[in-house]
Structures are given as C-alpha cells and as structure tokens.
C-alpha cells in the first residue's frame, strides 16, 4: 500500500514542479480574471491543504477497538479520482484553505511543497501513519478515512496542476510573459 500512495505522490509532486519550474514571481501572480486563482494562489491552496492532510496522518486514535483492523477507503480512489477530475463542477474552498497571502513568493511555495510531500513519504516508508477505522470530515466529500484523504491529496493536486497548466495556456498569460 504505501509503495503505491509514495509513487502517486511522487509523480505528482513532479508534474507540478515541473510546471512551475522558471516561472518569474510576476508571472506565478498574473490573474485571468479576479475569480480565477494564480499559479500562487493555486500553489499557496494545494500546500494548505496538504498540510492539513499531513496533521490527519499523524493523528492516532486513542479507541483500541478501531485499531483491531485497517479500515479500507469509504469512498475510494476511483471516485475521488472523478470527483477531482471534472472540472466542469466549481468548488468553492474553506475559507481555512482559500489563498490569502501567506507565502510571499513562489520558492517558498515550493520549498513548504516540497518539504510536506518528503515528510508524508518518509511517514509512509518508515510506516509512522496508523491506518485504522478513524474517520476525518472532509467539507465536500463526507467522512473519510486516512486512505481516502491520501487519494484526495493525490487527486487535489492534479485537479489544480491542470487549472495551474490553463493559467500558463491563457492568452493573455502569454502576453504578459512576452511583455516582461
């Protein structure tokens, strides 16, 4: 199980460097429009969120009982997986995860990026997350389980690379780039 969550998580750690990679600080803040979030705020939300997932890993449950068995996911990959993937739904975030200026640039984005992903699989290779019946409330998606909230980081991150790689592909993103 963890082999499989390490290299997910890896990829798609690597994808999202990758489109990030040689962006200027202008660019990682220019806006299609003041609904649509920046490459920076895109960023700025994944790492909210997935330090939040981090301090859900961590979390041991005190009730043995649910420790007697591994508990599997309650919504799964594959649905989270589509959940995340249609765009065409617009989520709006918790305020306890919306963009807000708490980085001040892109480097420091990716090195909090970075430094969580590297936490969450050395946690997962050294086997330091209890994986038990123990339920964490997601906003949108319910009760969910350690497994489900590793797909849901997994899959969270994608759906927002993919909205970082439509900022980059925006006219106007081109323009602007050209333009500095």
């Not at 990829?11 to 299609?32: F, G, H, P, V």
């Not at 799964?76 to 765009?87: E, L, T, Y």
Request: hydrophobic fraction near 35%; charged fraction near 30%.
């Amino acid at each position: 199980m963890a082999t499989e969550f390490i290299e997910e998580l890896e990829s798609t750690e690597a994808k999202l460097l990758a489109d990030i990679t040689d962006l200027t600080e202008e660019q990682s803040k220019y806006k299609i429009s003041p609904e649509v979030w920046s490459v920076h705020e895109c960023m700025e939300h994944i790492v909210i969120v997935e330090v939040s997932v981090y301090r859900i890993l961590c979390k041991e449950n005190s009730d043995s009982a649910s420790r007697i068995a591994e508990h599997d996911e309650i919504i799964g990959r594959k649905r989270i997986a589509d959940q995340q993937a249609d765009r065409s739904v617009k989520r709006i975030a918790s305020d306890n995860v919306k963009p807000m200026g708490r980085f001040s640039n892109l480097t420091e984005l990716r090195d909090k990026f970075v430094s969580n992903r590297k936490r969450i699989c050395d946690g997962l290779r050294n086997n330091e997350f209890v994986f038990d019946r123990q339920l964490f409330m997601h906003p949108v998606l319910g009760e969910l389980t350690k497994k489900d909230w590793l797909h849901f980081m997994i899959h969270h991150t994608e759906r927002h690379r993919v909205q970082i790689e439509d900022v980059k592909a925006n006219v106007g993103f081109s323009i602007y780039a050209k333009s500095l």
